[in-house]
T-cell receptor
Framework: DAKTTQPPSMDCAEGRAANLPCNHS???????VYWYRQIHSQGPQYIIH???NNETNEMASLIITEDRKSSTLILPHATLRDTAVYYC???????????FGDGTTLTVKP | GAVVSQHPSWVICKSGTSVKIECRSL??????MFWYRQFPKQSLMLMAT?????????EQGVEKDKFLINHASLTLSTLTVTSAHPEDSSFYIC?????????FGPGTRLTVL
């Protein structure tokens, strides 16, 4: 699976959009980009995933660059409950296991 | 979304005893489940891949005789930590795959005294 690079930490003001970047320059053509988040002492929560098109669901939007070497997770209106560690993972659909990096600790401040 | 449960949510045991952790997919069937371990302030580390009806595949450095995995049905996988020691104290998390997406359980906090 391709390696990902994320900033270790980010702050965001409550009510503002949180934009979390992820670099995955060695991504293969059949690999998807997945985003999870982990709130303290809980299991990771699935947020969204995509292959090459932008995706949106009730939680977030995922923007993938045309060359697919990077992506951005957007939380449109961050709340204090969005404070968590966010993981960007790249994997093929048949690879099964997910390999976690260090993620980005997002702190939403009032 | 798909729901994965774990039991127990936390357990405290004495050194030398064995502890069993259950992972269930509640609303879907999973031929493959995964077991992760997470130490404080660290990321999740994959321990093993659990396959229904066959032997688990362990990651390098994970002792298969110490961490016994049984995936007896399409909705249940168990992890048994045998002869637990204080260094096995950790947060154990399982996951199951549904429609190409992994869903994670809430985790089990193991403390070995």
């Amino acid at each position: 699976d391709a390696k990902t690079t994320q900033p270790p930490s980010m702050d965001c003001a409550e009510g503002r959009a949180a934009n979390l970047p992820c670099n995955h320059s060695t991504i293969s053509g059949n690999e998807y980009v997945y985003w999870y988040r982990q709130i303290h002492s809980q299991g990771p929560q699935y947020i969204i995933h995509g292959l090459k098109n932008n995706e949106t669901n009730e939680m977030a939007s995922l923007i993938i660059t045309e060359d697919r070497k990077s992506s951005t997770l957007i939380l449109p209106h961050a709340t204090l409950r969005d404070t968590a560690v966010y993981y960007c993972i790249v994997k093929g659909t048949n690879a099964g296991k997910s390999t976690f990096g260090d993620g980005t600790t997002l702190t939403v401040k009032p | 979304g798909a729901v994965v449960s774990q039991h127990p949510s936390w357990v405290i045991c004495k050194s030398g005893t064995s502890v069993k952790i259950e992972c269930r997919s509640l609303d879907f069937q999973a031929t493959t489940m995964f077991w992760y371990r997470q130490f404080p302030k660290q990321s999740l580390m994959l321990m093993a891949t659990s396959n229904e009806g066959s032997k688990a595949t362990y990651e390098q450095g994970v002792e298969k005789d110490k961490f016994l995995i049984n995936h007896a049905s399409l909705t249940l996988s168990t992890l048994t930590v045998t002869s637990a020691h204080p260094e096995d104290s950790s947060f154990y998390i399982c996951s199951a795959e549904a429609t190409d997406t992994q869903y994670f359980g809430p985790g089990t906090r193991l403390t070995v005294l």
